[in-house]
């Protein structure tokens, strides 16, 4: 059996901010159905989940970055909690906090570049002393991206200079860029081979994944054609590299979100009665929200990031509740102190028909799912987007913008389609597709039709597991 570390910065259930943390706990599981044993190893942060378990040390090391002298363990999970192997690493200082990426302020930690490096070269000087073999390093997004450079061209880890690694990008938006007055928080490296680490003068962690990957793949396969084609600064880097580079969309672990056992739900799905446990789920939250659960509800859960659209929604609600559309709104979210503000002000104005609840609320998420009719995904680009394919799982419609991996999971209901499909970035199409979707909800026949049609859609993630196994046989096959 081929084994595999998964080198990431989010792992459900122990650390989780976004679609990357479910996709690192739930292919683990997938794949050893594919014969294919799957570790992952994750900084050690303080959230609840990892708070609450008991780890093993498996080793100590210090190494030297910049002026600081990094002291790492490395940590594994304790008792079958899951069932893929757990690693952390514990670096006091840089990870001992509970939000994962974002400070007190929204943003980012001023010390990304120290967190991300530390956190990078931690792993790999484990993976070179006393570490369990693993055939192939899986790493995730420009958190892990300097890895695929430092095992070719670093001295300090010479054991893995052959050692394979794929790239996943779960997010291309984000890409970890320094300057190069902050090399000094790198490992020694070969010099010839600079230009791997840099782009456009800076040193960048995406770039240089692409660069120095084995294989590089997107969350969907047209999110990696929109790479490609794109006005971007990366696209060019992309198009060169495009012979190692593909889509494979994710799935979603059909286990874990099941509406007939999701733990986190009170009312559950019974057999293939949709109405009751729809109508339970809905009037639940709204008698608890202060909602009436005779309108229909729209829900939307996301990070309040400008890639989410949640002005693009702000928007829409404002110009169709001047129209009196009759919905309810339902949002929950949060990140950006604007937008959380803005969507605040949307329910200031609108009270009786708006919610907005500004946190990061697993379970409430899950009841949202469960109670909505629809779901709002109003996304300026989406990699893949899990919350679509949750939302028909557990019965809500779809209502996206066209773009990214809503393209590959969501054609619209004209072409025979599962959801309400809009143009990117357009307020006034997302507008249109609220009354398109009130227009549905009119004629319960239909809607009630479309809703058991979505609610039958696979996307368990057997087929992408099989895509995943066919890329790490690929570049097995070309270290014989
Ligand atoms: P992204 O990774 O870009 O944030 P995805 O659609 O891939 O978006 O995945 C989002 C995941 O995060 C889903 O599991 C969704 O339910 C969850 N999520 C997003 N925001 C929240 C929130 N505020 N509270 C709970 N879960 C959330």
Same mark, same amino acid.
């Given at each position: 059996?081929?084994?595999?570390?998964?080198?990431?910065?989010?792992?459900?259930?122990?650390?989780?901010?976004?679609?990357?943390?479910?996709?690192?706990?739930?292919?683990?599981?997938?794949?050893?159905?594919?014969?294919?044993?799957?570790?992952?190893?994750?900084?050690?942060?303080?959230?609840?989940?990892?708070?609450?378990?008991?780890?093993?040390?498996?080793?100590?090391?210090?190494?030297?970055?910049?002026?600081?002298?990094?002291?790492?363990?490395?940590?594994?999970?304790?008792?079958?909690?899951?069932?893929?192997?757990?690693?952390?690493?514990?670096?006091?200082?840089?990870?001992?906090?509970?939000?994962?990426?974002?400070?007190?302020?929204?943003?980012?930690?001023?010390?990304?570049?120290?967190?991300?490096?530390?956190?990078?070269?931690?792993?790999? %000087?484990?993976?070179?002393?006393?570490?369990?073999?693993?055939?192939?390093?899986?790493?995730?997004?420009?958190?892990?991206?300097?890895?695929?450079?430092?095992?070719?061209?670093?001295?300090?880890?010479?054991?893995?200079?052959?050692?394979?690694?794929?790239?996943?990008?779960?997010?291309?938006?984000?890409?970890?860029?320094?300057?190069?007055?902050?090399?000094?928080?790198?490992?020694?490296?070969?010099?010839?081979?600079?230009?791997?680490?840099? =782009?456009?003068?800076?040193?960048?962690?995406?770039?240089?994944?692409?660069?120095?990957?084995?294989?590089?793949?997107?969350?969907?396969?047209?999110?990696?054609?929109?790479?490609?084609?794109?006005?971007?600064?990366?696209?060019?880097?992309?198009?060169?590299?495009?012979?190692?580079?593909?889509?494979?969309?994710?799935?979603?672990?059909?286990?874990?979100?099941?509406?007939?056992?999701?733990?986190?739900?009170?009312?559950?799905?019974?057999?293939?009665? =949709?109405?009751?446990?729809? %109508?339970?789920?809905? %009037?639940?939250?709204?008698?608890?929200?202060?909602?009436?659960?005779?309108?229909?509800?729209?829900?939307?859960?996301?990070?309040?990031?400008?890639?989410?659209?949640?002005?693009?929604?702000?928007?829409?609600?404002?110009?169709?509740?001047?129209?009196?559309?009759?919905?309810?709104?339902?949002?929950?979210?949060?990140?950006?102190?604007?937008?959380?503000?803005?969507?605040?002000?949307?329910?200031?104005?609108?009270?009786?028909?708006?919610?907005?609840?500004?946190?990061?609320?697993?379970?409430?998420?899950?009841?949202?799912?469960?109670?909505?009719?629809?779901?709002?995904?109003?996304?300026?680009?989406?990699?893949?987007?899990?919350?679509?394919?949750?939302?028909?799982?557990?019965?809500?419609?779809?209502?996206?913008?066209?773009?990214?991996?809503?393209?590959?999971?969501?054609?619209?209901?004209?072409?025979?389609?599962?959801?309400?499909?809009?143009?990117?970035?357009?307020?006034?199409?997302?507008?249109?597709?609220?009354?398109?979707?009130?227009?549905?909800?009119?004629?319960?026949?239909?809607? $009630?039709?479309?809703?058991?049609?979505?609610?039958?859609?696979?996307?368990? =993630?057997?087929? %992408?597991?099989?895509?995943?196994? $066919?890329?790490?046989?690929?570049?097995?096959?070309?270290?014989?």
């Amino acid at each position: 059996m081929k084994k595999v570390l998964h080198i990431s910065t989010e792992c459900y259930p122990a650390a989780k901010a976004g679609g990357m943390g479910d996709v690192v706990g739930a292919l683990p599981i997938y794949l050893k159905d594919q014969d294919i044993k799957a570790s992952v190893i994750i900084p050690k942060y303080k959230t609840n989940w990892i708070r609450s378990q008991i780890f093993e040390t498996l080793q100590f090391g210090t190494f030297q970055m910049g002026d600081q002298t990094i002291k790492y363990g490395i940590q594994k999970l304790l008792k079958k909690k899951l069932p893929f192997h757990l690693y952390v690493v514990d670096i006091p200082g840089l990870f001992d906090r509970e939000s994962i990426y974002l400070a007190e302020d929204g943003h980012g930690y001023k010390d990304e570049a120290e967190r991300f490096i530390g956190f990078q070269r931690a792993v790999l %000087s484990w993976l070179c002393h006393d570490s369990p073999t693993f055939d192939i390093l899986h790493c995730h997004d420009h958190m892990t991206g300097l890895i695929p450079f430092f095992v070719k061209h670093c001295a300090a880890y010479s054991p893995l200079k052959k050692k394979p690694v794929c790239f996943t990008i779960h997010n291309g938006q984000y890409r970890g860029v320094f300057p190069w007055s902050q090399r000094k928080l790198l490992p020694g490296f070969d010099e010839r081979f600079n230009g791997l680490l840099d =782009w456009d003068g800076q040193i960048n962690s995406l770039a240089t994944a692409i660069k120095s990957a084995w294989r590089v793949n997107t969350v969907s396969p047209n999110y990696m054609q929109e790479l490609m084609n794109q006005p971007d600064t990366l696209r060019q880097l992309y198009q060169s590299e495009s012979k190692k580079c593909s889509g494979i969309i994710n799935g979603i672990d059909n286990d874990l979100w099941d509406p007939s056992t999701d733990s986190y739900l009170e009312t559950h799905l019974d057999g293939d009665n =949709w109405k009751e446990f729809k %109508s339970e789920s809905k %009037s639940k939250l709204c008698r608890e929200f202060g909602l009436s659960s005779s309108k229909a509800l729209i829900g939307y859960i996301g990070r309040m990031a400008p890639q989410k659209g949640a002005d693009i929604l702000t928007s829409a609600t404002i110009d169709t509740k001047k129209q009196e559309l009759e919905y309810n709104l339902f949002v929950l979210g949060s990140g950006d102190k604007d937008i959380e503000h803005s969507m605040k002000v949307l329910e200031d104005q609108y009270g009786d028909e708006v919610r907005v609840i500004i946190a990061y609320d697993e379970k409430l998420a899950r009841r949202i799912y469960a109670a909505s009719d629809f779901l709002a995904m109003p996304s300026r680009f989406e990699p893949c987007g899990l919350n679509q394919m949750y939302a028909m799982r557990y019965g809500s419609i779809p209502i996206v913008s066209h773009v990214g991996g809503l393209v590959d999971t969501v054609p619209d209901i004209k072409d025979d389609g599962n959801g309400i499909v809009f143009d990117v970035d357009d307020p006034n199409g997302c507008a249109d597709a609220f009354y398109r979707a009130m227009n549905l909800y009119s004629d319960q026949k239909k809607f $009630k039709k479309l809703r058991d049609k979505v609610t039958e859609e696979d996307f368990s =993630w057997d087929k %992408s597991a099989k895509k995943y196994k $066919k890329l790490y046989k690929a570049v097995l096959k070309e270290t014989k």
